[in-house]
DNA sequence: TTCTATGTGCAAATTAATTGCATCTAACCC
DNA sequence: GGGTTAGATGCAATTAATTTGCACATAGAA
């Protein structure tokens, strides 16, 4: 994705557009994987940005929807691009991720809210799979 | 559950039968619910277990499948009794629960590691739901 | 009962995330 | 373009979550 589209993506969510956001964004972009805060700050060399800047800027994306936050139990949270709606497979042995397309949970959710007496609508989902992968699981 | 059947799924697991496990177990089972460390650490008042202990068990337990480990955004994970395989819908912001049982990833897990090229095999899943309660999304 | 592998508590260290505050700047106005 | 201001940034310090080290205690086997 360009520049210029982060550019109107920022605009779009009311947020001003810096060089900070920018950079975060197409280190998001540029990494087609979930990213902790502290790799994405490491990931900011050309553009330095203090990792408390990238913090409160994950927070604002998050709030904007432009980006989803992921548990994939490392420890800390993981951040990805929100477009391409994608769940993960992560190996419990030696951490390597598969994505995988397809998310089976938009289909179920009207049969689970149906049923639910408290909620009536859903804005958000997690779903990963952890287990081991072919090499792991040989060894 | 009684104190007893814990007594045979330590053994069963070969964890050695000690009283904070016992009392942690019983916190566990009598919330319905999932629970923080500290939320787990607090409601041990009868018997007190230090808090790194809490830690270190519920690590024990989640090794020997007896517990899972749930994030539920919250900022630290939760953990419950593994049994009864069920997953929730928490309110992003009043942070009310819901369980909902009939999970549909067990089914699905065929289809997708049909398509995986690195796992053949999956363990455990995370799958929850985040939206509006009623009450917060008529405010 | 004695022995040993495990478990426990306390203190301290690490790691993750948040907050306060002075300074800076993008975006809007003229 | 220059002035204004709400919002963004960096740095320092704090708080919260989790882990580690180590001496002591104890469950369970012999």
New binding site residues.
Partial sequence: MGKKNFNIM??EHG???????LAILSVLDAVHGPM???EIHRALKKT??????V???L??FLGAGMVREIDLRR???CYEMAHNHHHHIVCVKCGVIEKFDGCIVEGALTGILSKSKKFKSVSDHSFELFGLCKKCSTL
Avoid: C, H, M, Q
């Avoid at 947020?15 to 956001?21: E, I, M, P, S, W």
């Fill in positions: 920022l605009r947020l001003k557009v810096t060089d900070a956001r902790s805060t502290e330095p940005v203090d990792i408390v800047s913090y409160r800027n927070e604002a420890g800390s949270s």
